[in-house]
Structure formats: C-alpha cells, structure tokens
C-alpha cells in the first residue's frame, strides 16, 4: 500500500541571494513526492495546465512515482514567483496565478482510495474534506494548511482536523489557529480538536512533535548555505510519512525517527533549487545524515560533584 | 577554586502577563550566583547603592556565595524596570538607572584573582578588560555581552574576545556582532577572533554549541508557564559554568553535558520572579530535569525497508 498526497503542482519563479530559476517544477506534491520515493512507493493527486512543459514530471516518474492522478486541464498551469530576503528568513511572494488550480477537485482514482498513509498537501481545506471523502480507509491521515485557511475557512479546517491523525504545521501557524503563543499549549489545543499527532514544523529551529505521551524536539540540520528555501517544510513530510510508510508497526520511537529521516529530507530540499539536490539523493546520503542528526544531539546524563572551594 | 562572576546586582521592576514584582533582586550576577552555587563554590564582584535593602542578598550567601567581593558606594543601587509582551517574547524597558553601577571599576580582591573559571557578566567591555587584567590565571574565561557593547564599545569587546575561552551570546546578538545572517557561520567568525566555544543562546528555542571539533543542539526545555523570562540567561551560564567547575576535566561530553544542567537552571529561573525558584531548588529538582532533556531529545538511528506499492 503507498503514500498518497493530494497537493499543488506549481511553475515556481523563485530568486535568492544565490540565484533565480524561473518556471521551476515545484507545489507541495512535488516536493513531498519527490522526498518519499526514496522511501515508499507514492501516487499523486494535481492537477496542471495544458501549457505545462512536456516531461517537467519525468524526474518524479522516473522514481516510481505514480502520476495517474494528475489531471491535465485546459488553461494556465499553477504559478508562483517569490522573493527571498538576505537572511532567507522572510520571503515575498511577487504573484501568485491559481490557474487551472483553481477550480481543483482532487477526484481521486478508484486505485488510489485505500493507501496506507494520506497527505493532504497546503490545500483548501474543502477539497481537504472533499478528499477525505473519496478515500475508502487508510491507516493514518497527516495534514498540512496555511494561514489562507486558518483565516479564511477556519470551519472547513476544524471538520478537518476531526479527521486527521497528524497536523504538520508552522510554529506561527499553530499559535494563529490556536490563538496560543505558548507552542506547548497551541499543540495540546489541536490535539483537542482530533489529531493524535501535531508536528510544529519551526525553520532553522527544527521540528517539535507533541504526541499523546511525550514531547519530542530535533533541531534544524545547520546547513551553512542554504540555496531556496522553498519546498522545505513538504520535504520534510514526505521523509517523515514515506519513512513512516516504510515501517510495519508505528511505535513512538518509530515516529521519531521518522522526524528524522523528514529533517534530513527537508535539509536535502533547500540545497538546491526546485527538487534537483532531492531527486539525486542516494540512501547512503540520507543515511549520513540521519546518523549527523544523533552525533549533533546526543549528550550523557552526568550528575554533578559538589566540591569545596 | 572557585567560579568568580563580574556582573550587575540590581534591583528590578518588572511586570509580566502573570503579575509584578517592585525592586526584586535581579542583575547577571546575582541570577549567576544564585544558580552557580548549586554545583561549585561563587566568589561575587559587583557594586550596590547605600539604598541596598538590608539582607537582600542573603539568600545567596546562605547558599554558600561568597559576597566579598560586592563593594557598596554612597548612591543609588542599579534600578531596572520593564514589561514583556502577552508572549513574553519581547520586552519593553521602562526605565534603567544605573547609580553606583555608573562608575562600577570591578576591584577583585587578592584572594579571588585564581579562579578555576572567571564569568564576565554582560558589562561594559572596558571593565572585562579591566577585570582580565587583575586575574592572574584562570583556566576558563567565558564572557556575555549585548547589542549596546556591539553597537557602542565594538574594539573593546574584541580585545575582550581575544581572550576569551567561551561566549554566551543570544542568536540576535552573535547576527549582528558578525554581521551575518547563518548562525553557524557568524559563530565561526567569532571563533576566529578568539573563543573556541561558542554557544550560542535562542530563548525557547535552546542553544547552540559551536567548539572546535562538533556543533551541538539542545532544545529550550517545554514549560507550559513561563513566568518571567528575566535572568535566564545568566541562569543558564551559571549552571554550565558551575557545572563544569565542579568536573575535573572538560571533555567534549561534559561541555555537553554542563549545557544541560545550564539548560536547567535557565528553565527553573523563569519559573518565578527573581531568583525565588532558584534559590529554592534541589538538586533531585535538578537532575529529573536534565534526565527529562535527555527523553525529549533521544531517538533511534534505523534504516528504512523499502518496500513494493
């Protein structure tokens, strides 16, 4: 059974300190497809314009991605250009054409309803809910959304959260939809509200997960230079749910090192532009880098020996 | 051999969204001590009013601090006074009168110029310099500063750093003394202009420790009440350096490990106003503490098992 994610498929027109691509495949589904496979066999729900450029999606099919479930429809592809400050920290989106995103209704194939892991990618939480519908079961629903929706349909958005299992979510995302600066709180707030499983996604601070047992924190892997910062935070989950998919029992530690694998993932994503650095990653890679997440974190309990002056 | 601390001994007004407390005892020096003294003998330089209440510092005397080292001149004591925010991530001063610690010259006496480790407080970097000259050998000077050094005595706080082991620095400051955005790479500036240590401070995101050899990452500890964030700081060095007082040798694994009791000690100071948590704690108190970072920071190392869709 595999991951399936329900998400964007986008031109991305992207500048920072270190470069511009334009027109570069990018959108949630992308990225976290293109992260997953080397996990876990995905298939893939978007939609793309009739003016999408022949073979964009090939790198990802070429990586037993499954593409079916893309729709090709008449009009403009979806796209995105944006703008990255110095510090890449803050970034300003220069426009944004839905195009035939638009009026997506995710109808998710016959052979798509029962994967084992469901991804509803930074959508409306309607098409969300719309999804949910269409899936016949599945062993865990993750999530992702925006501030779009959390101020422009924050009903859709709770009816969601009913039916997740994990929200992925930015720490100034969890504190709006909470309405709770303490990060602590706004997590145990969600998890009121349905999800098990609420995964803070913090930038270079890295990840917190909050579970019905424990709190869990891995930091961001320091990179030195990171190239476009796009795209991070959808590599990340398609380490996290594709590691997670790969795995027969899913035990708290499980789930932790599945954060791991989504940091590296994630880490991988911004050292490149658009997917190139995630689609030539090898598992011995990852591996290296999983193993550097411990070595930058572990540390002894020692009890201290109080002596005289 | 003791650990000697230069710092402020202040008294603060200071309001939080959980209360305000008039004239508190507060200062680096003071939160240092306060939490120092729970792992290694305090010898204190500092300077107070003759407004200073009567027995005020008591409490860190009764913990073993050594207080001969704080001189009193006629004048008013060192009065700060502030509000944080509803999120307590931000903080409006309201008022600093620096009295006595205007002209604050940080005499060391005779007896406290051998210091196992010297802590210079966030002070002026003429007086650091001052202080490095009186002490005759020490095998550890760690040091802090703040933007209005940065900004205001920038070649002095070079010379400081020149001779300075390891800096306590918050992630704003360490940006902006290195002009550089990459928190690895301006803490790699820093140690190029001396200090092998760099660890750097991220409020509720944790630290970051840069040494010669490895980077590492602990979180901030969760606290659902975060009381007030004043002293933290000084806090967290007072546990690292009091911690590694009391170690015979400093392996790459006690630093570690002394950032955790450091970590601690900053996370029970928020707690309550002053330093009445601190002043309070046992060291069972203590080391649950640090053994609760270690199960919020564990995870296992495993190898995915790809598998067919």
């Known amino acids: 059974m595999s991951v399936l994610v329900v998400g964007s498929i986008a031109l991305d027109t992207v500048e920072t300190p270190f470069g511009k691509v334009e027109d570069a495949l990018g959108g949630s589904a992308v990225y976290f497809s293109a992260s997953a496979a080397n996990f876990h066999p995905v298939q893939v729900v978007g939609v793309i314009g009739d003016d999408f450029p ?3 999606l090939d790198l990802l099919s070429e990586r037993g991605v499954d593409l079916k479930g893309v729709a090709e429809r008449k009009g403009e592809s979806f796209r995105w250009s944006g703008v990255y400050s110095f510090d890449l920290n803050t970034r300003e989106t220069l426009d944004t054409r839905l195009g035939v995103f638009a009026d997506f209704e995710a109808r998710i194939p016959e052979e798509y309803r029962n994967p084992r892991i469901l991804f509803l990618g930074n959508i409306d939480p309607e ?44 720490d100034e995302e969890v504190r709006q939809l909470a309405e709770e600066p ?29 579970d019905r047992e424990s709190v869990f924190f891995l930091p961001g892997y320091p ?27 899913w035990t708290p530690e499980e789930i932790r090192t599945g954060l791991v694998f989504g940091s590296a993932m994630g880490s991988f994503a911004v050292e490149d532009f658009s997917v190139h650095r995630l689609a030539g990653v090898k598992m ?19 009890a201290p020996e109080r002596q005289g002056a």
């Open 127 to 170: 098409v969300q809910l719309n999804v949910l519908d269409q899936v016949e079961s599945t062993d865990l629903v993750a999530c992702d959304t925006m501030n779009l929706w959390i101020d422009g349909n924050r009903d859709a958005l709770l009816k969601v959260l009913e039916r997740t299992d994990a929200l992925l979510v930015n």
């Open 54 to 56: 022949d073979g964009a």
């Open 284 to 302: 011995d890679e990852i591996m290296d880098r999983v193993r550097e997440f411990r070595q930058i974190t572990s540390f002894e309990v020692r």
């Open 223 to 249: 990179l030195e230079e990171v190239f476009d910062p796009t795209g991070a935070g959808d590599s990340f989950a398609g380490g996290f749910l594709g590691y997670l998919a790969s795995r027969d029992e």
């Open 182 to 210: 303490n990060l602590l709180k706004a997590a145990q707030w969600v998890q009121d509200r349905g999800p098990d499983t609420v995964v803070v996604k913090k930038g270079e601070h890295g990840v917190m997960l909050v």
